[in-house]
Protein backbone atom coordinates (compact mmCIF):
# COMPACT_ATOMS: atom_id res chain seq x y z
CA UNK A 1 0.00 0.00 0.00
CA UNK A 2 1.52 3.25 -0.65
CA UNK A 3 0.42 6.47 1.07
CA UNK A 4 0.42 9.95 -0.56
CA UNK A 5 0.33 13.33 0.71
CA UNK A 6 -1.71 16.47 -0.34
CA UNK A 7 -1.31 19.62 1.22
CA UNK A 8 -5.01 21.62 0.73
CA UNK A 9 -5.55 25.27 1.87
CA UNK A 10 -4.26 26.54 5.24
CA UNK A 11 -1.29 23.90 5.17
CA UNK A 12 -3.55 20.99 6.34
CA UNK A 13 -1.84 17.93 4.79
CA UNK A 14 -4.47 15.24 3.88
CA UNK A 15 -2.89 11.38 4.04
CA UNK A 16 -4.25 9.22 1.54
CA UNK A 17 -4.02 5.44 0.15
CA UNK A 18 -3.16 4.63 -3.02
CA UNK A 19 -2.92 1.80 -5.57
CA UNK A 20 -6.20 0.06 -3.72
CA UNK A 21 -8.96 -0.53 -6.05
CA UNK A 22 -12.30 -1.19 -4.66
CA UNK A 23 -15.57 -2.41 -6.86
CA UNK A 24 -18.10 0.07 -7.96
CA UNK A 25 -16.72 2.79 -6.42
CA UNK A 26 -17.22 2.05 -2.69
CA UNK A 27 -14.67 3.68 -0.23
CA UNK A 28 -13.38 0.92 1.98
CA UNK A 29 -14.93 -1.76 4.12
CA UNK A 30 -16.95 -0.16 7.16
CA UNK A 31 -18.27 -1.79 10.33
CA UNK A 32 -22.46 -0.85 10.46
CA UNK A 33 -21.41 0.90 13.11
CA UNK A 34 -19.40 3.48 11.62
CA UNK A 35 -21.85 3.79 8.71
CA UNK A 36 -24.01 5.11 11.69
CA UNK A 37 -21.36 7.35 12.81
CA UNK A 38 -20.48 8.44 9.57
CA UNK A 39 -23.57 8.82 7.58
CA UNK A 40 -26.88 8.39 9.95
CA UNK A 41 -26.05 10.33 12.96
CA UNK A 42 -24.90 13.39 10.37
CA UNK A 43 -27.80 13.19 8.39
CA UNK A 44 -30.12 12.99 12.19
CA UNK A 45 -28.30 16.01 13.44
CA UNK A 46 -28.85 18.09 10.51
CA UNK A 47 -32.59 17.13 10.32
CA UNK A 48 -33.17 18.16 13.73
CA UNK A 49 -30.82 21.38 13.49
CA UNK A 50 -33.55 22.42 11.11
CA UNK A 51 -36.75 21.76 12.29
CA UNK A 52 -35.21 23.49 15.79
CA UNK A 53 -34.39 26.24 13.87
CA UNK A 54 -37.18 26.14 11.35
CA UNK A 55 -40.31 24.98 13.05
CA UNK A 56 -39.69 25.73 16.71
CA UNK A 57 -37.62 29.61 15.49
CA UNK A 58 -34.81 28.65 18.00
CA UNK A 59 -31.20 30.61 17.22
CA UNK A 60 -28.60 28.69 16.09
CA UNK A 61 -26.75 29.10 19.69
CA UNK A 62 -29.75 27.49 21.45
CA UNK A 63 -29.88 24.84 19.15
CA UNK A 64 -26.10 23.97 19.63
CA UNK A 65 -26.76 24.15 23.34
CA UNK A 66 -29.41 21.59 22.71
CA UNK A 67 -28.13 19.03 21.04
CA UNK A 68 -24.89 18.98 22.57
CA UNK A 69 -22.58 20.47 19.21
CA UNK A 70 -20.79 23.60 18.20
CA UNK A 71 -22.82 26.63 16.42
CA UNK A 72 -20.62 26.18 13.30
CA UNK A 73 -21.83 22.54 13.41
CA UNK A 74 -25.68 24.11 13.27
CA UNK A 75 -24.61 26.64 10.84
CA UNK A 76 -23.33 23.80 8.47
CA UNK A 77 -26.34 22.03 8.89
CA UNK A 78 -28.19 24.77 8.14
CA UNK A 79 -26.93 25.64 5.39
CA UNK A 80 -27.14 22.09 4.33
CA UNK A 81 -22.98 22.16 3.44
CA UNK A 82 -22.83 19.25 5.94
CA UNK A 83 -24.71 16.38 7.30
CA UNK A 84 -27.71 15.60 5.47
CA UNK A 85 -27.64 12.59 3.38
CA UNK A 86 -30.74 12.85 0.92
CA UNK A 87 -30.07 8.79 -0.21
CA UNK A 88 -30.23 7.98 3.83
CA UNK A 89 -33.51 10.52 4.03
CA UNK A 90 -35.14 8.85 0.65
CA UNK A 91 -33.93 5.32 1.88
CA UNK A 92 -35.14 5.89 5.40
CA UNK A 93 -38.33 7.85 5.57
CA UNK A 94 -38.85 7.16 9.20
CA UNK A 95 -35.83 9.89 9.78
CA UNK A 96 -38.24 12.65 9.35
CA UNK A 97 -40.96 11.86 11.36
CA UNK A 98 -38.68 10.82 14.31
CA UNK A 99 -36.61 13.99 13.71
CA UNK A 100 -39.84 16.26 13.99
CA UNK A 101 -41.15 14.30 17.11
CA UNK A 102 -37.31 14.48 18.79
CA UNK A 103 -37.00 18.11 18.02
CA UNK A 104 -40.91 18.93 19.53
CA UNK A 105 -39.63 17.00 22.88
CA UNK A 106 -36.38 19.02 22.35
CA UNK A 107 -37.60 22.41 22.24
CA UNK A 108 -39.78 20.85 25.27
CA UNK A 109 -36.66 20.96 27.40
CA UNK A 110 -36.10 17.04 26.91
CA UNK A 111 -32.86 16.19 28.64
CA UNK A 112 -29.50 15.45 26.86
CA UNK A 113 -29.22 11.79 28.26
CA UNK A 114 -33.03 11.34 26.86
CA UNK A 115 -31.85 12.51 23.16
CA UNK A 116 -28.94 10.17 23.26
CA UNK A 117 -31.11 7.39 24.34
CA UNK A 118 -33.99 7.59 21.57
CA UNK A 119 -31.38 8.27 19.11
CA UNK A 120 -29.36 5.08 20.03
CA UNK A 121 -32.77 3.25 19.98
CA UNK A 122 -33.81 4.91 16.83
CA UNK A 123 -30.42 3.83 15.15
CA UNK A 124 -30.28 0.65 16.36
CA UNK A 125 -33.66 -0.51 14.84
CA UNK A 126 -32.66 1.12 11.29
CA UNK A 127 -29.22 -0.82 11.56
CA UNK A 128 -30.86 -3.76 12.17
CA UNK A 129 -33.19 -3.49 8.48
CA UNK A 130 -32.42 -5.49 5.29
CA UNK A 131 -32.57 -1.76 4.21
CA UNK A 132 -29.41 -0.61 6.13
CA UNK A 133 -27.82 -4.11 5.03
CA UNK A 134 -28.26 -3.12 1.33
CA UNK A 135 -27.12 0.33 2.07
CA UNK A 136 -24.20 -0.77 3.97
CA UNK A 137 -23.47 -2.89 1.09
CA UNK A 138 -23.72 -0.48 -1.63
CA UNK A 139 -21.25 2.11 0.21
CA UNK A 140 -18.61 -0.20 1.19
CA UNK A 141 -16.74 -2.56 -0.39
CA UNK A 142 -18.32 -5.66 1.35
CA UNK A 143 -19.16 -9.13 -0.40
CA UNK A 144 -22.81 -8.46 -1.52
CA UNK A 145 -24.00 -11.98 -0.26
CA UNK A 146 -22.55 -11.16 2.74
CA UNK A 147 -25.32 -12.86 5.75
CA UNK A 148 -23.40 -12.28 8.85
CA UNK A 149 -25.75 -9.71 9.95
CA UNK A 150 -28.56 -11.74 8.99
CA UNK A 151 -28.12 -15.24 8.81
CA UNK A 152 -32.28 -15.18 8.33
CA UNK A 153 -34.05 -13.02 6.71
CA UNK A 154 -34.22 -9.32 8.43
CA UNK A 155 -37.18 -7.29 8.76
CA UNK A 156 -37.86 -5.04 5.56
Given at each position: ?73 V ?30 S???G ?47
Amino acid sequence: MKIALETVKDNTVIYCRTGISFPSGSEEMLQPSEVIAAKLLPTIRARLSHELLVVHRMKQVRVAHALGITQAAVSHYNTKSRGLDDELIRRFPEIKGFCEDLARSIAGGLPQTEQVARIDEFTDGLMHTARFCDYHKKITDIDPNCAICFPSPPKP
